[in-house]
């Protein structure tokens, strides 16, 4: 059973850092690609950052390009997701997704991130 798991939300403070963490574990799964996603108001997930591993081929938000930078750590099916200069958009909670080499997808449970004053 695959098991995505997030880690490294908090609170920050406006223009403070966070980085994010996402292992994956439980199979001997063939990773396509990963990826942090934030829940829009509306309910739906949009993509903050995204990486490739077959190439390390990155994709960013316009959010978050420029600020956020991900990562990955393939010896142990791990992302990361570096925020840097973070606004003060109040509470949002971030999710892992993976996407196996057959096409199908897993979501971790989401962590949550406050950037306050």
């Known amino acids: 059973q695959v098991q995505v798991q997030e880690s490294g939300g908090g609170s920050v403070q406006p223009g403070g850092s966070l980085t994010l963490s996402c292992a994956v574990s439980?199979?001997?799964?063939?990773?396509?690609?990963m990826g942090w996603y934030r829940q829009a108001p509306d309910g739906q997930r949009e993509l903050v950052a995204g990486?490739?591993?077959?190439?390390?081929?990155?994709k960013y938000s316009d959010s978050a390009e420029g600020r956020f930078t991900i990562s990955r750590d393939g010896a142990k099916n791990a992302i990361f997701l570096q925020m840097h200069y973070l606004s003060p958009e109040g509470r949002d909670v971030y999710y892992c997704?993976?996407?196996?080499?057959?096409?199908?997808?897993?979501w971790g449970q989401g962590t949550q991130v406050t950037v306050s004053s």
């Open positions: 990486i490739r591993m077959i190439d390390l081929w990155r």
């Open positions: 439980g199979s001997s799964l063939s990773i396509a690609a």
């Open positions: 997704r993976v996407e196996a080499g057959g096409g199908a997808t897993y």
